[in-house]
T-cell receptor, first 113, second 117 residues
Framework: GQQLNQSPQSMFIQEGEDVSMNCTSSSIFNTWLWYKQDPGEGPVLLIALYKAGELTSNGRLTAQFGITRKDSFLNISASIPSDVGIYFCAGPYFSNTGNQFYFGTGTSLTVIP | GAVVSQHPSRVICKSGTSVKIECRSLDFQATTMFWYRQFPKQSLMLMATSNEGSKATYEQGVEKDKFLINHASLTLSTLTVTSAHPEDSSFYIC?????????????FGDGTRLSIL
């Protein structure tokens, strides 16, 4: 299957700092999605990217779909305690065997008040 | 926005019990729903793809007789863990995709924490 590698694996930052994380794949994806998962809950969609080079914002969050279609980054500005959680990139991948959906390895974010 | 409801949120039961988990799309129709399993501090692992009106497609290594999936309507899919054992204890999450286009995002339920004693 496809591998979506996220970095960093974990981050510990002070409240108010900006955060940047990225996701890379060995194959081309036509859609990149960013989710946030709080402990004991399901992932919640943050941003969806559909076009190479696309830059999309959602409040303090900004994500970009890489030109090569093999990477994406997510930025969070002026972090607050409720930003704590695990952030996953994800995307559908079409192959000869069908349409699969892959998740990245996750970036765990801790915000220190 | 699209809402997916998963029930129950937590199950604690004895070994050998069969457990049914429901996944409902509340405000949209989902021809395809997905079932994931997640171990602590790990990413989501796709178990199976549930298609309305047809058999589910299971990922390699997932026992279809152990994890029974039924997708009887456009808004409901169920996962039954048959004769559950302690090694089946995990966090199970369902998702549903809005529309038939494969690029549409998946929306997730809040998960079911299954604990087998």
């Amino acid at each position: 299957g496809q591998q979506l590698n996220q970095s960093p694996q974990s981050m510990f930052i002070q409240e108010g700092e900006d955060v940047s994380m990225n996701c890379t794949s060995s194959s081309i994806f036509n859609t990149w999605l960013w989710y946030k998962q709080d402990p004991g809950e399901g992932p919640v969609l943050l941003i969806a990217l559909y076009k190479a080079g696309e830059l999309t914002s959602n409040g303090r969050l900004t994500a970009q779909f890489g030109i090569t279609r093999k990477d994406s980054f997510l930025n969070i500005s002026a972090s607050i305690p409720s930003d704590v959680g695990i952030y996953f990139c994800a995307g559908p991948y079409f192959s000869n065997t069908g349409n699969q959906f892959y998740f990245g390895t996750g970036t765990s974010l801790t915000v220190i008040p | 926005g699209a809402v997916v409801s998963q029930h129950p949120s937590r199950v604690i039961c004895k070994s050998g019990t069969s457990v049914k988990i429901e996944c409902r799309s509340l405000d949209f129709q989902a021809t395809t729903m997905f079932w994931y399993r997640q171990f602590p501090k790990q990413s989501l692992m796709l178990m199976a793809t549930s298609n309305e009106g047809s058999k589910a497609t299971y990922e390699q290594g997932v026992e279809k007789d152990k994890f029974l999936i039924n997708h009887a309507s456009l808004t409901l899919s169920t996962l039954t863990v048959t004769s559950a054992h302690p090694e089946d204890s995990s966090f199970y999450i369902c998702s549903a995709r809005e529309g038939g286009w494969g690029n549409q995002p998946q929306h997730f339920g809040d998960g079911t924490r299954l604990s087998i004693l």
